[in-house]
Each structure stands twice: as C-alpha cells, then as structure tokens.
C-alpha cells in the first residue's frame, strides 16, 4: 500500500484493516482515500492531516453491528436508518483509541468529521466536505459502482437512477461534483449506446 498511503497514515491503516473486513469495507476505505487526495490536489485550502486519516477510519463502526442488517442500513430505501448513527458512532469510539495511541495531532477535528459524516449533509467545514465527497463520490467510480450493484443485483439503469437521486445531490464541493457528474454521464452514455446496440434507437 505503500504507492497510495502516506507512510503516517499506513500505520493507521494496519489499526483500521481489522475493522474493515465486513461489507466491502476495505477496499471502499482505500478507494475513497484515493479519491481523497484528488480532492486535496484540486482544493489547497483543505488539509489532508484532517482528511486523511478521517476517510481511513471513518467506517471502522460498521464492524460492530450485526452483519445481517448491513445492507439495511443503506441502499435507495434504507430500513434501518438508526444504524446509519450507530456506526458512527462506533467509529468515533474506535477511531479515538488508534489516534491517541499513535500521537495522531488534530485528534478532535478528526473525529468531528467522523461522528456524522453520513447523518449530516451540510458543508460543516471545508475537510468535512473533502471527506463526504470522497466517500460518497466513491460511489460513482468504477469500483464502487462494481461493489454496490454487486450488493444489490441492480442493472445499470437502477444504479444510475441512485447515484443521481440519493448521492450526486449530497455532493458539496465543486471538483468532488464534477468527478461524480463526470462518472455518471459516461454511465448514461454507456447506458445510450447499449439500447442503440440492442435497438438501433
Ligand atoms: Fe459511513
Ligand atoms: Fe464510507
């Protein structure tokens, strides 16, 4: 990992790994820690010593509820919202111990971000919104669109459909919508040139 991880935060991510082995959750952190950085490069004003290590452990508190009702929490009509907040929870209560115990600085910052960063939906801070972008942004890349149609069975059209009404709209900073943007027309165009294929319409 060490071609995409900072070295001070591999070592975060060797504490994080362990509570990550659950719905995907590994690769969504690395993924999204790389889109992090994107965002970091196209926003100067944001700081990566806060949104770095915020996108390594914010999901570290799906580990802690039942892995059955995962899926429920989620997705374009989620059941079981509440566990949406738990998890946040969780990661908060996680992410405080491996940051203090590796003298990590801007600890309280940090876990600001954490505890709400899908329960919130409003720019808090410019490295909040860094944060949301990248984690909801995920979404729309290659591998998130693979991983999350891979939960649901979804067909193109349906996830589309959900990353244009449930997660582009959530999108708060401006490269981090372009890039979403970007990935779901070529989606739409993929979509376009299937039905041309099929019915030459
Ligand atoms: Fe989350
Ligand atoms: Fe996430």
Request: charged fraction near 25%; avoid cysteine.
């Amino acid at each position: 990992m060490t071609a995409l991880l900072r070295p001070q935060d591999a070592v975060l991510w060797a504490e994080a790994k362990p509570y990550l082995d659950v719905r995907n959750n590994d690769e969504h952190t690395l993924v999204a820690y790389g889109v992090a950085k994107a965002l970091l490069a196209q926003l100067p004003e944001a700081e990566e010593d806060v949104v770095l290590p915020a996108i390594l452990l914010h999901d570290v508190g799906w580990k802690r509820i039942p892995p059955d009702l995962l899926l429920a929490a989620i997705g374009k009509n989620p059941s079981r919202r509440d566990l949406v907040y738990e998890h946040e929870r969780h990661s908060v209560v996680i992410a405080r111990d491996i940051l203090v115990r590796h003298n990590v600085a801007r600890v309280d910052e940090i876990l600001a971000i954490i505890d709400g960063h899908d329960t919130t939906s409003e720019a808090r801070s410019l490295n909040d919104s860094v944060m949301k972008d990248a984690d909801k942004g995920w979404r729309t890349t290659p591998h998130g669109m693979r991983v999350i149609r891979g939960w649901y069975g979804w067909s193109l059209a349906e996830y589309i459909d959900m990353v244009s009404v449930v997660s582009n709209p959530r999108l708060l900073t401006a490269p981090g919508r372009a890039m979403a943007e970007g990935f779901t027309a070529s989606l739409r165009a993929e979509l376009a040139l299937a039905n041309y294929m099929e019915t030459g319409a």
